[in-house]
């Protein structure tokens, strides 16, 4: 999932960011399509009565999940991003408790508080007059309409009972989203930007296809399974860690003592969350 912040910071430097998200979920539904066309195609009926809830999951899930941190990438930095999108799972927990009564206590608030703290210190570097020298753009409102997005998806997610299996479904989704985001692409190469079809649009859509988007939408609905979403949830900071990390093996960041301090107290919190479930 951490994967995502890397299209969102460059691939948005060669492809327009709706453009990217459009094929994006439409390369999903053509790689996924043939293996499990025969399991859609038999299920014909419950398509029709399940089709409302799949585009939802798709405007929600790969729509607005999927567009609008490409279009914050154009405006903010990966700091701004990294902060605003931890707000996620808070909203996550919200809407768990007042829409499907999701049990929240002492332990899992703790859990959620140390989390943040633990972004809060990777992020400002262990300085936190980062964080009061803090600048916000266009681009965070993005961002965190992408977090209230990403929210919306994962509790209807694994509320909404299915009758195909795990990745027909996401087929279908990734189907939904392609046809959510497409009047917006239309819109985009008409009055703003055009997308060259080159190598640079081909690498981008395949990775943000493959690894933020096959992969970690796959494993993230298996987790949801096993912890359900509001800790499910608490993957996102995590996810955090796996940035700085990326930035070390990529991009030559060094690996200082308040990543050691921040991703201690990550680890710490999603224990503390987790314990409460068995």
């Not at 809060?120 to 009061?132: P, R, V």
Request: glycine residues 8%.
């Amino acid at each position: 999932m951490a994967s995502n912040i890397i299209v969102a910071r460059g691939g948005v430097e060669y492809v327009p960011p709706v453009s990217l998200a459009f094929w994006r979920w439409l390369t999903v539904f053509v790689i996924l399509m043939p293996f499990f066309f025969e399991e859609i195609f038999k299920k014909k009926k419950q398509f029709k009565f399940e089709a409302p809830k799949l585009f939802f999951l798709g405007l929600t899930g790969c729509g607005i999940c999927g567009a609008f941190p490409f279009i914050a990438g154009m405006s903010t930095t990966m700091a701004n991003m990294g902060i605003i999108y931890t707000s996620s799972p808070i909203f996550i927990i919200i809407l768990s408790v007042l829409f499907f009564k999701d049990k929240i206590n002492f332990s899992r608030v703790m859990g959620l508080i140390l989390c943040l703290l633990g972004v809060l210190i990777i992020i400002c570097k262990g300085d936190l007059s980062y964080l009061i020298n803090f600048k916000f753009t266009s681009g965070d409102l993005w961002m965190l309409g992408a977090a209230i997005g990403w929210a919306i998806y994962s509790i209807f997610l694994i509320n909404w009972k299915s009758s195909f299996s795990l990745m027909a479904r996401f087929t279908l989704i990734a189907f939904f989203g392609a046809i959510s985001l497409f009047p917006f692409y239309i819109i985009e190469e008409s009055f703003f930007f055009n997308t060259e079809f080159n190598n640079n649009f081909l690498f981008w859509v395949l990775f943000a296809a493959i690894s933020p988007g096959i992969i970690a939408f796959t494993l993230y609905t298996k987790v949801q399974k096993y912890v359900g979403a509001s800790l499910a949830g608490f993957t996102l900071y995590i996810f955090s860690i796996y940035s700085a990390i990326y930035g070390i093996v990529l991009f030559d960041e060094s690996l200082l003592t308040f990543h050691y301090y921040g991703a201690a107290l990550v680890f710490i919190g999603v224990y503390l969350a987790r314990k409460i479930v068995r």
